[in-house]
């Protein structure tokens, strides 16, 4: 059980992973070199399934997704209340099952790596929050 200062910290953790996690997916230029990375890591491993070429449309996908978790990220940074971890914690099990049928689908095993953080981000933010605990109205980031 977490307190909800506990509670308000992991949240806040979450976000600056999405952050981080999804900075290069907002734009064309930075999601283009992201995925030239990943292509070499993938073939440097050769790790199971296909990263494919992204088309036009596949990018604006791409893009569409970092700037909206962006936005949200910056969102449960400035201010990481409890709600915002529950909502949070339902978009990652969303998030993992797209990612799953995507695996199953034969998509590339680096995949693996966003899913098991997706899960565990999931899990730790619909842990129950001790109730007596004060939740802080606002404090200062």
Not at 16 to 28: E, G
Not at 51 to 68: D, K, Q, R, V, Y
């Amino acid at each position: 059980m977490w307190t909800s200062t506990q509670y308000r910290r992991v949240v806040l953790g979450s976000a600056w992973y999405d952050l981080i996690v999804t900075a290069a997916f907002v734009t064309p230029w930075t999601f283009a070199a992201l995925h030239g990375v990943l292509t070499s890591v993938s073939r440097a491993f050769d790790l199971p399934g296909e990263l494919p070429a992204f088309e036009p449309m596949h990018m604006l996908m791409a893009n569409l997704l970092g700037s909206i978790v962006c936005i949200w990220a910056v969102l449960r940074i400035r201010d990481p209340q409890q709600v915002f971890g529950r909502y949070d914690a339902v978009g990652r099990f969303l998030f993992s099952a797209w990612q799953l049928y995507a695996l199953l689908q034969g998509a590339s095993s680096l995949l693996v790596i966003f899913l098991f953080f997706e899960l565990a981000w999931g899990v730790v933010q619909v842990l129950p929050v001790d109730k007596t605990s004060r939740w802080p109205l606002r404090q200062a980031i």
